[in-house]
């Protein structure tokens, strides 16, 4: 519990002791003489190590120091043998130049399963180096080894995962490497384990997501047609019209969770594409202002964009920007009472600015910090909570971080709130595709379409969709049942494939007739 300054004179402490324990601070080590005072003020000529010590999940945790006391080295080998002994980790020391072990503490025999006697003497390589005479890493290559992953092979010639530290140091007037090291075989396997949940994981969301949307789909699909139907009298319209606004609330709490699922996952990958970002800002906005209008609500949604259109055709992945602006604006909309929704974008300092303002009831400084976790949801005291997962802040973090952009937020209770999403700016290279105006039905007569799915429900509403084209459409249940169709020489001028189907899925279907025809 006393000062280090009790083994060092002031003129020490400034001259060699504060500039080593800075390097050690820094680099996680640190080697070379240091001036010591013995208990009678008298000056002591030593050499110093310092190695940082991490856990198995690389926190430092601490230092080990070693003094070497030139005046007393036999007091010094004692000590030395004591300190190694006394750590939980493997430690080797070796010969520089014949690259042969010259000591090791009891954790490194046991790792080795040999006796201390069979070590001492044989070449490092044997046990806890692979490299070829002439490519230590240390000596020839001069390649820093801080807490490295690699092997360790003990006598029975078994791999062991190791965590490896390898300096070179100054031991009795000799130069040495001293090899530090820690077993990581448990933290592998719980690595593999944790690997193996998230795979099956993601496998179950995949699955229980498409379990969940196709008869979800089933019910707004058909919802959608019914509702186009002219003879439906106005309240049992009135009716359907809340099915498929509840329908797709529940489609989009499913996603919200299939997405955060993976994200943590690590499953959510990005995929790039060039498009009008205008337009799509645009479509967001003319999306919520509908809406506003069914809903009568007493605010206004206003879009600003004074960007040229040539610096609206952008490579991003587009996705993931509606995803996030379209949360953003579904939150301003949500927690706006009155006043206004505004959406505006903005190009500075090479990266995308979407920023969306609200004149709603704000957040408090308290709760700032929070509102990007996961399940957080801003409550007042005189309501309840919200709808909604409470995620859908938290996406958005996520995906803007995956995209090399942030989001930054400004607000104050009863004021409102500002979030600025901001990403990498990449113009697109490729030509803007022009937009259709108008969509017509085209006329298919002669045509067939091959319908791949195994779900009959979705089947008669593609069917159902695709009649007033005139086209013949044929239904094949599988990947094996259109294989089949198409190995018979049949014609299908548009194919509408299932990905996820028994017997062979979509993918592979795809593959096999794209080299048939």
């Given at each position: ?381 005189d309501r309840k909570l919200s709808e909604g997962t409470g995620v859908g802040l938290t996406i958005c973090k996520s995906l803007s971080n995956m995209m ?114």
């Amino acid at each position: 519990g006393n000062d280090i300054r009790i083994f060092h004179s002031e003129a020490q402490m400034k001259r060699s002791v504060l500039p080593s324990l800075g390097q050690a601070k820094l680099s996680g080590s640190y080697y070379g003489e240091i001036e010591h005072i013995n208990k009678n003020g008298q000056e002591i000529r030593s050499l110093m190590s310092i190695n940082n010590i991490k856990n198995e999940q690389g926190k430092p945790i601490g230092f080990i120091k070693v003094v070497l006391n030139y005046n007393n080295s036999d007091a010094y080998d004692n000590r030395l043998v004591t300190i190694l002994e006394s750590v939980a980790f493997g430690i080797i020391i070796i010969d520089p130049e014949t690259f042969n072990i010259l000591e090791l503490n009891g954790a490194a025999i046991k790792y080795l399963e040999d006796t201390k006697q069979n070590i001492i003497g044989k070449k490092c390589r044997k046990y806890i180096c692979t490299a070829n005479e002439g490519d230590c890493p240390v000596i020839d290559s001069d390649i820093p080894v801080n807490n490295s992953e690699c092997f360790l092979y003990n006598s029975k010639g078994e791999s062991i995962p190791i965590l490896k530290t390898a300096k070179k140091a100054i031991i009795g007037n000799k130069d040495v490497i001293i090899e530090s090291f820690i077993d990581i075989r448990d933290l592998k396997k719980a690595q593999e384990q944790a690997e193996d949940s998230n795979r099956l994981k993601t496998a179950f969301l995949s699955n229980i997501s498409h379990e969940i949307r196709t008869p979800l789909n089933h019910i707004l699909g058909f919802t959608s047609l019914v509702i186009e139907d002219a003879d439906i009298p106005e309240t049992y319209l009135g009716y359907l019209k809340i099915v498929k606004r509840s329908g797709n609330h529940l489609l989009k709490i499913i996603e919200d969770i299939v997405t955060i699922s993976k994200i943590e996952a690590g499953h959510h990958a990005i995929s790039e594409n060039e498009f009008q970002l205008s337009h799509l800002l645009y479509g967001i906005f003319a999306k919520y202002q509908s809406e506003l209008m069914r809903t009568k609500k007493q605010i206004k949604i206003l879009f600003e964009n004074a960007l040229e259109s040539k610096k609206c055709f952008i490579k991003a992945d587009e996705t993931k920007v509606k995803q996030v602006v379209e949360n953003l604006v579904s939150n301003a909309v949500k927690y706006t009472e009155q006043g206004y929704v505004s959406m505006a974008c903005v190009i500075k300092e090479k990266q995308v600015q979407i920023i969306i303002q609200d004149s709603g009831k704000g957040i408090s400084k308290d709760q700032l910090p929070f509102i990007f976790e996961s399940f957080r949801q801003v409550a007042d005291n005189d309501r309840k909570l919200s709808e909604g997962t409470g995620v859908g802040l938290t996406i958005c973090k996520s995906l803007s971080n995956m995209m090399g952009g942030n989001i930054a937020v400004e607000s104050e209770p009863g004021t409102g709130s500002k979030f600025t999403f901001s990403f990498p700016y990449k113009l697109a290279e490729g030509k803007e595709k022009q937009s259709l105006e108008e969509v017509t039905t085209p006329n298919l007569t002669g045509k067939n379409i091959l319908i791949v799915e195994d779900e009959k429900i979705n089947y008669l509403y593609l069917k159902t969709l695709l009649q007033a084209t005139k086209a013949h459409v044929v239904w094949k249940q599988n990947g094996i049942e259109a294989l089949d169709y198409m190995s018979k020489g049949y014609k299908a001028d548009l194919i509408l494939m299932d990905m996820q189907m028994p017997e062979m899925d979509g993918y592979e279907a795809t593959l096999r007739i794209r080299r048939m025809n």
